[in-house]
């Protein structure tokens, strides 16, 4: 009989270190607190840089997944150590003895309406990044008339010490210009704007989808963040930033503002970290053994991470992380017991 | 560029080699935020005095680092402290008490602040 691993977390970085696991020899028993597996990914429309559909990454992920025990709507309930192993009891009433738990827990998108001065869930024309994708996918047409000028919050709730989110979000860049490019292709005739504080295009390719946002859809790009959004008696907006670059105030009516909502520590990772006995960073993520060539372990015997439960990351690095995860996890389990 | 003194008018260029800044350590003890702006110019888009003046906190702070500091005085002369960059500054930064550490560190009491 083939050894079972808890995985907690079924977004991207669950399901591939599942599937690797499996392949592994192991019996992986992956758990999902909401109905379907997917994580965040399976909100989203188009990847960066090359606008990949979300679903085609995911698709076959969830079609191949024979050989994994997994659970939607189930929460972990305690987590204990016995001897050399960790008893996993589950809300649906079912435990496992496992010798390694793996927490790919992922992130939260920052709640935007934490941000008053941005407006959002005040304002009608303020929408989020997520909003925005959930459109795309659905396909429905915005409530909106007259949309003319577009603009995008690039940092909400990143870099951002009044919001407990001190991190780059790492993501959210590459993905306003991502969107900028798509609504420009939704309202040929808006002007988009981005405002930034520094955009960082890390990524292959990344600087490429920045110069074509420039070069053949007219983004403005404007280096100042946002500092407040009010309203009309019409429900337009009205925006005020500083060109930093001029070092310039501006103020600026729009008919519709997107906020970039960072990635946030999950809710559940101060409780699970409790559960387990580790301490997360500062910054609120589980924080692994080492950032540089460790990144999966931590100080708990056992007990692994993969994906952005440990910090923003992207899905490649989330996909090749549950990788690595897997392999650490096997080399655990094939040492020799102590 | 090489200045052999010949010139009619002073080189322009910024001279950050020799910005030696006793007086920044100074405002960094009394305020050690004003090392956490990430000059994103929240304070000059917000500020009520920034539309009518050159007013710009974001400006200010970038200027004492370059050891620019008479260029700051015009600028804060026009700071009413009504605390507005304070609100929107994503660092968390005390702007006000900045500001008033600038004036104090920079002896500008008797004229602007």
């Not at chain 2, 080699?17 to 917000?46: M, Q, W, Y």
Request: net charge neutral; aromatic share 8%.
């Amino acid at each position: 009989m083939s050894q079972n691993i808890v995985v907690i977390g079924g977004g991207p970085a669950g399901i591939e270190a599942s599937r690797r696991l499996r392949d592994l020899g192991y019996t992986p028993i992956l758990i999902e607190k909401e109905p379907v597996l997917g994580g965040h990914l399976a909100r989203w429309d188009r990847l960066f840089p090359d606008g990949v559909e979300a679903r085609k990454v995911l698709e076959p992920m969830l079609a191949d997944l024979d050989g994994i025990k997994y659970f939607t709507d189930t929460e972990v309930s305690s987590i204990n150590r016995l001897k050399d192993t960790w008893v996993v009891k589950l809300s649906n009433g079912l435990s496992a003895q496992v010798r390694a738990v793996l927490l790919t827990t992922g992130f939260d998108l920052f709640k935007a309406e934490k941000k008053e001065e941005y407006g959002y869930g005040i304002y009608e024309r303020v929408i989020t990044n997520a909003d925005l994708e959930d459109w795309f996918k659905s396909g429905a047409a915005p409530q909106f008339d007259d949309v003319k000028v577009i603009g995008f919050v690039h940092c909400v709730g990143s870099r951002d010490e009044k919001a407990g989110n001190r991190q780059c979000s790492k993501v959210c860049c590459v993905t306003a210009v991502k969107q900028a490019c798509e609504i420009k292709e939704r309202f040929p005739e808006a002007t988009v704007y981005c405002f930034y504080m520094d955009l960082r295009m890390f990524g292959r390719k990344y600087e490429d989808l920045y110069l074509k946002a420039q070069k053949e859809c007219g983004i403005r790009f404007v280096r100042g963040r946002v500092s407040e959004v009010s309203e009309d008696i019409d429900g337009h907006l009205f925006v005020k930033a500083e060109d930093t670059l001029f070092g310039k105030p501006l103020k600026i009516k729009m008919d519709m503002l997107v906020l970039m909502a960072g990635m946030a520590p999950a809710a559940s990772t101060a409780e699970l970290a409790r559960m387990v006995n580790v301490l997360p960073g500062e910054d609120g993520f589980f924080l692994p053994h080492s950032l540089i060539d460790s990144p999966c372990t931590c100080a708990r015997e056992g007990i692994f991470y993969a994906g952005t439960a440990t910090g923003p990351k992207t899905i490649p690095e989330t996909l090749s992380e549950a990788a690595s995860a897997a392999l650490a996890i096997d080399r655990y389990l094939k040492s020799p017991q102590k | 560029m090489i200045d052999f003194g010949y010139g009619l008018t002073p080189s322009a260029t910024l001279k950050i080699e020799k910005v030696d800044n006793p007086l920044f350590a100074e405002l960094h003890r009394l305020e050690p935020d004003v090392t956490k702006c990430i000059a994103c110019g929240s304070c000059t888009a917000s500020c009520s005095a920034g539309v009518f003046t050159e007013m710009s906190l974001r400006r200010v702070i970038l200027s004492l680092q370059r050891g620019r500091e008479k260029e700051t005085l015009p600028m804060l002369q026009h700071c009413m402290l009504c605390g507005k960059c304070q609100l929107v500054c994503p660092r968390g930064i005390n702007t006000r008490h900045l500001i008033l550490s600038i004036g104090k560190v920079y002896k500008m009491e008797d004229k602007a602040l």
